[in-house]
């Protein structure tokens, strides 16, 4: 399928080490925005303000009030930072890790990149979903485009690309899982049609706190007759 100045192909193996990087650092951007929201929320404020305040009234020293302030904002930080990283690292060790068999021999897995000037610069996947009623759905993952060629469409190709896919097997929707920290993905899926079902957090010690969840939507693939 070509559009504009780009097209959208199956993965190969020698877009391997491409595809690993732009997955991990398009995920692991979103920590900013993520840390940002849960800091916005009165709890972690309530915390970082006696995080100062406890160690100063009990030593009465200013300088290990701060410095106690500052190590656990930048525990917060990398705290924050590893919501993101366990999902890379497991995803990384998991289904990224042997692409071609996860992804290219097995019915109902699909993963494509989008190439541009001879360079992969966008990828998504297509697996069956797992969710609880979900037998005749497929899932859109792993969707990141480079910063370098962002804006231009190829999100909204590639989502095309695995609509297409499910409603050639048959299937009755596209479902996918997205965090609070992937604004733009937020307006993406949702300018393309798909409708927010559910949130639930994170199964990380801190996902609660900083109410860190994955927002699931769908996309009710058109019969025929509509
Ligand atoms: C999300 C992402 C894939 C979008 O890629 P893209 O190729 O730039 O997106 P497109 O050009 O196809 O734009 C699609 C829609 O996204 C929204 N969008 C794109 N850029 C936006 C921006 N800077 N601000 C707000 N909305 C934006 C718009 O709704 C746009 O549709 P429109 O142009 O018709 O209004 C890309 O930003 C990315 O890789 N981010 C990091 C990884 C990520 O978040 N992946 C999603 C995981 S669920």
């Not at 190969?12 to 991990?24: P, Q």
């Not at 190439?115 to 610069?121: C, I, K, M, N, R």
């Not at 962002?150 to 609509?163: D, E, F, Q, S």
């Amino acid at each position: 399928m070509t559009t504009c100045d780009y097209s959208i192909r199956l993965y190969k193996d020698s877009d391997y080490h491409t595809v690993r990087k732009l997955f991990a650092e398009g995920t692991l951007e979103h920590t900013r925005v993520a840390f940002e929201h849960g800091l916005s929320l009165t709890r972690v404020r309530l915390f970082l303000v006696a995080v100062f305040f406890v160690p100063f009234i009990i030593t009465g020293s200013l300088i290990s009030a701060i410095i106690t302030f500052l190590l656990i904002f930048t525990a917060l930080w990398f705290g924050t930072r590893d919501l993101y990283g366990s999902y890379v690292r497991h995803a990384l060790s998991d289904d990224m890790l042997d692409i071609q068999k996860y992804y290219l021999q097995r019915d109902g897995y699909c993963f494509w990149v989008v190439e541009s000037a001879g360079e992969v610069v966008g990828m998504v996947v297509a697996i069956p979903s797992s969710h609880p009623g979900g037998e005749n759905h497929t899932e859109l993952r792993r969707m990141a485009v480079a910063k370098s060629h962002r804006g231009r469409g190829m999100a909204k190709a590639l989502c095309r690309t695995v609509i297409d896919f499910a409603r050639e097997r048959g299937c009755s929707a596209v479902f996918l899982g997205t965090t609070v920290g992937h604004q733009v993905a937020h307006s993406l899926y949702q300018r393309m049609g798909f409708k927010e079902q559910h949130s639930e957090f994170l199964q990380h010690p801190l996902a609660k706190f900083v109410d860190f969840k994955f927002f699931f939507y769908k996309y009710d693939i058109p019969t025929a007759k509509q």
